[in-house]
């Protein structure tokens, strides 16, 4: 009896998906390249989103350092140079004493650091200025200028003032103001007023901003450096895992494929060919029994060729189609096209080109087949939809019909088994099977593969 070939006899399945392995070793310098370059990025930000606030903050400090180095400048003055000089003569006006008090804020003055000064009594008088003009002159005392002569506290601002005895400062723009107390020769408060020129602060804030950002930023930067190994390292360690994890991944697949093409080889080349001549053996004989075991016979060759049939449609669907030869979309029409005869109407929407390697492929096509398989089954369906779409990222296969569906918090009935085995297929290889239904209102099958 001639024993047709089995597919597969070759010892790999005719029309099978081989695997195929993305290169490892080409795609890892990419990967990490790409995974360092987000790191550098990513610290950069961070450097910018860091200095920004640094920048901005210090001005601001070195403003404060040099109004509080001002205020050290005129406490010394007032108490060594000025206050000792301030006696009854000069507040009398005698020009003497004013020269001696010229003589001693000379060197002061002579460097445009102290542009110019005051001293006023505790009734608003300025009793020396080096404006002579302003000497004798009486203002009205701000309450500020009071309470420091009851021993407030000092009063440093940084601008341009408009009070009564500032008319002939004006021409001057802006200045750094101190007022201080001190006591005179003759044991009485006076109140020491020195502007100083406001370059002095914006070459305070140049000189700080130029120690702190430079030495802020090389931190930052020399941190960055010092990560950048550790991260290299790292993004290399989680390639070579993902690298790992997808050649097991495929090697499971592959060990999946092999195991059924065992299995239908096995079932061909002698389950299926046993039973068959079994079936012939029935036949032969069947015309040599007595006329009352004929019918025993009959039945059992007609069982045996059933299940034959049922064995063949096994081996067949052990293995996907040739994907290469009919391509996916044509496949799964094959797979619909039989559905008419079991009163479905089944309806396909496939793009023109599926982007997909033939593991991905063959895993869809396995989904399709189990779904549709419960759908015949099971679902009680009238109308059947078979979709795939794709973007950059992913193809997605969905499967709907409109059949009496199940509810999804009760433990799935024994037809959905394969789908359950399937789900666990699709996310070996890291896509994602669900299936949603409600009871009369169908059910739906949606396989996702991420693209590579």
């Avoid at 110019?116 to 005392?141: A, C, H, M, N, Q």
């Avoid at 093409?261 to 068959?276: F, N, P, S, T």
């Avoid at 004989?285 to 009352?292: F, L, M, N, R, S």
Wanted: glycine letters at 8%; proline letters at 5%; a negative charge.
């Amino acid at each position: 009896m001639h024993k047709p070939s089995a597919p597969g006899a070759s010892g790999q399945p005719t029309g099978a998906a081989h695997a195929t392995l993305p290169d490892d070793e080409s795609a890892e310098p990419s990967e990490v390249r790409s995974a360092v370059t987000r790191f550098l990025v990513i610290g950069l930000a961070t450097l910018v989103v860091i200095s920004v606030p640094v920048a901005l903050w210090t001005p601001g400090q070195a403003e404060r350092h040099t109004l509080a180095d001002c205020t050290e400048t005129t406490h010394d003055l007032a108490d060594h140079a000025v206050a000792p000089l301030i006696t009854d003569e000069l507040r009398a006006g005698d020009p003497a004493a004013l020269r001696r008090l010229d003589d001693r804020l000379a060197r002061w003055e002579s460097g445009d650091y102290i542009v110019r000064v005051k001293v006023w009594d505790p009734t608003g008088r300025v009793i020396y200025s080096d404006l002579p003009s302003l000497i004798g002159e009486t203002f009205p005392l701000p309450a500020w200028r009071s309470d420091l002569l009851s021993g407030g506290v000092d009063r440093t601002s940084l601008g341009t003032e408009h009070r009564l005895d500032h008319v002939l400062d004006s021409d001057l723009g802006e200045l750094v103001e101190v007022n201080v107390r001190a006591t005179d020769a003759t044991g009485q408060p006076i109140v020491f007023e020195a502007y100083f020129n406001d370059e002095a602060v914006s070459a305070e804030q140049e000189a700080l901003a130029g120690e702190i950002i430079p030495a802020f930023a090389l931190s930052l930067v020399a941190l960055q450096l010092a990560q950048l190994l550790p991260a290299i390292l790292l993004a290399r360690r989680i390639q070579a895992g993902q690298a790992s994890r997808r050649r097991l991944k495929q090697q499971a697949i592959e060990a999946s494929d092999l195991e059924r093409g065992r299995i239908a080889r096995d079932l061909h080349d002698e389950v299926i060919q046993d039973l068959a001549g079994l079936a012939y053996a029935l036949e032969a004989e069947e015309a040599h029994v007595p006329h009352g075991v004929r019918g025993l016979f009959g039945r059992a060759r007609t069982i045996l060729q059933r299940d034959l049939v049922t064995l063949r449609a096994i081996t067949t669907e052990l293995y996907p189609p040739d994907f290469t030869r009919l391509g996916l979309a044509e496949a799964l029409q094959r797979l619909t096209r039989p559905l008419a005869g079991q009163g479905i109407e089944a309806t396909t929407s496939l793009p023109e080109q599926i982007e997909l390697d033939q593991d991905g492929a063959a895993i869809l096509y396995r989904v399709a087949r189990e779904a549709l398989t419960n759908t015949v089954k099971h679902a009680d369906a009238s109308v059947v939809e078979l979709t795939i779409s794709q973007d950059e990222d992913r193809t997605t296969l969905t499967v709907h019909d409109n059949g009496r569906g199940f509810d999804p918090d009760i433990t799935s009935p024994d037809g959905h088994l394969g789908l359950r085995i399937m789900r666990d297929t699709v996310r070996i290889v890291g896509g994602d099977l669900s299936i949603s239904s409600r009871p009369g209102d169908g059910t739906t099958v949606m396989a996702t593969l991420n693209r590579v």
